[in-house]
Each structure stands twice: as structure tokens, then as C-alpha cells.
């Protein structure tokens, strides 16, 4: 490929819906179920926990 | 020393990828639960596996590998899947995609959700989410070259079902490009 070519016009018209829809979700906030998983997953392991 | 050793677990850095691991589940799935259990799973099965992980490596990639494992495996179990993507297209798109140059959101998403699960993953890792080739081929635990020819099989098929083909690409850019856009876009009917 040769090296300075831009990026054509469809290919950015594709890339750019492409990160639309991974944004989407990506900027939602993180649902409270994952970080209480991951604090339950925390206790387990430190059974000495205070 | 005291027992506290609050030396950073490294664990604690799986929260930061919480987002990019759920918009990675939702390109695979197409679908918000299903995502949510897969990033569940994901993240019980990163949790126990911790030690396998190589320290300053790239985290991201490695959660990325075991939700896509986990995806794959699962997915082989219950072969209920829908095989039949371009009747799913047909009953889907039902209008055209608008012809100013801009690609409905609603339009494309449809579109992306028939492709081929391994042509969604390389498109959203490399398309999106900032993977390199390198990168996404290790996540995927391919060669390079097939990450190259899965994005490049991905981006024609969409463009052939958004219908934003060489006519509409005229519009959009000048006569040079679309001769390369076009050929580059012919989809392959056979290899000669």
C-alpha cells in the first residue's frame, strides 16, 4: 500500500460508524451488577478481611 | 511491615476496561443482556485466571481474548444461532439507506450485525477501538494477514450493504479515488 495514501472517503464513512456504535455503549455508565462482582470477587479472597 | 499491603492490586485495573469490554461484548453478541452476562463471565474468568496474566502487558487485549474465548465457546455450544444473514439483511433494511453521503446509524448498525462474527471483531478492534493489526491478531490468536483480510472482507460487504457503492463514493470524493475505491470495493465473485 503505498504509504501516504488518505484514508478513502467510504472507508472513513465506515470507520466512523464503526466507533459510533462502540462508543454507544462504551460512554454508558458501567452497570452497579460489574463493580459489585468485582468487590464480591475481592472478599473472597481476603477472608481477613476487617 | 504492616499487613497492609496496599500496594496496588492489579486487579483493580479490570474496572477501568469495564466500558471498552461491554462495547466489545455488544459488537460480538448484538444484544445488551447477553453482552452483560458475557462481561460477567469475562470478568469471573480474568479474576481467577490473574496469575496467567503477564504484568505490563496490555490488559486490555488480554480481557479482550478470554470475553471473545468465552463468546466463541459458548456460541459453539448452542448452535442456535441464526446462520442465515442475508435474509436477516432483507427483513431488516427495509429502506434504503439515505443518499446524502451519511450512513444511518440504524442503517449501519443493521448492517454490521450480519456480518460474520469474525469480521465484526477485527472491524471493532481495529475500526474502533483502537487495536493495531498486531494487536488485534494476538487478541484473536490469528496471523496479522488474517486480521487485514477480515477488516478489508468486512468493509466491502458493508459498503456493498449500505449500498454506498462507487456511484454514492462519487459523490463523496474525486474521480481518482473512486477508481481505486471501486476496484477496491469489487467484491470478489470467485477467485480467477
Redo the contacts between chains.
Keep these: 500500500m503505498a504509504q501516504n495514501q488518505p484514508k478513502?472517503?467510504?472507508?472513513e464513512?465506515?470507520?466512523d460508524?464503526?466507533?459510533?456504535?462502540?462508543?454507544?455503549?462504551?460512554?454508558?455508565a458501567?452497570?452497579d451488577?460489574?463493580?459489585a462482582?468485582?468487590d464480591q470477587?475481592?472478599q473472597q479472597e481476603d477472608p481477613h478481611d476487617k | 511491615m504492616t499487613n497492609e499491603t496496599v500496594a496496588k492490586?492489579p486487579?483493580d485495573e479490570?474496572?477501568e476496561h469495564?466500558?471498552?469490554l461491554?462495547?466489545?461484548a455488544?459488537?460480538l453478541t448484538r444484544n445488551g443482556s447477553q453482552?452483560?452476562d458475557l462481561?460477567?463471565d469475562t470478568?469471573?474468568k480474568a479474576?481467577k485466571n490473574f496469575d496467567k496474566f503477564q504484568q505490563g502487558t496490555n490488559l486490555r487485549a488480554w480481557l479482550f481474548t478470554i470475553l471473545r474465548n468465552t463468546f466463541y465457546s459458548a456460541k459453539r455450544k448452542s448452535r442456535r444461532e441464526v446462520a442465515d444473514t442475508d435474509g436477516l439483511l432483507a427483513s431488516t433494511l427495509a429502506e434504503k439507506p439515505h443518499h446524502d453521503?451519511?450512513?444511518a446509524?440504524v442503517d449501519?448498525?443493521k448492517a454490521?450485525a450480519t456480518l460474520p462474527a469474525e469480521q465484526r471483531e477485527a472491524?471493532?478492534l481495529v475500526?474502533?477501538?483502537g487495536f493495531s493489526y498486531e494487536e488485534a491478531a494476538e487478541t484473536c490468536n490469528v496471523a496479522v494477514g488474517t486480521i487485514k483480510s477480515r477488516v478489508n472482507r468486512g468493509?466491502a460487504r458493508?459498503?456493498e450493504l449500505l449500498d454506498?457503492g462507487p456511484d454514492q463514493?462519487m459523490e463523496?470524493?474525486d474521480a481518482p479515488?473512486v477508481a481505486?475505491?471501486a476496484s477496491?470495493?469489487q467484491p470478489r465473485r470467485g477467485i480467477v
Design positions: 478513502s472517503s467510504l472507508e464513512l465506515i470507520d460508524n464503526l466507533r459510533k456504535v462502540y462508543r454507544q455503549v462504551e460512554d454508558e458501567v452497570p451488577r460489574f463493580l462482582l468485582l470477587l475481592k | 492490586d486487579r479490570i474496572v469495564l466500558p471498552a461491554r462495547a466489545f455488544v459488537s453482552a452483560d462481561v460477567q470478568i469471573v479474576w453521503g451519511r450512513l446509524m449501519f448498525e454490521f472491524l471493532i475500526g474502533a477501538s468493509r458493508l459498503a454506498v463514493a463523496l470524493t479515488t481505486v475505491v477496491s470495493m
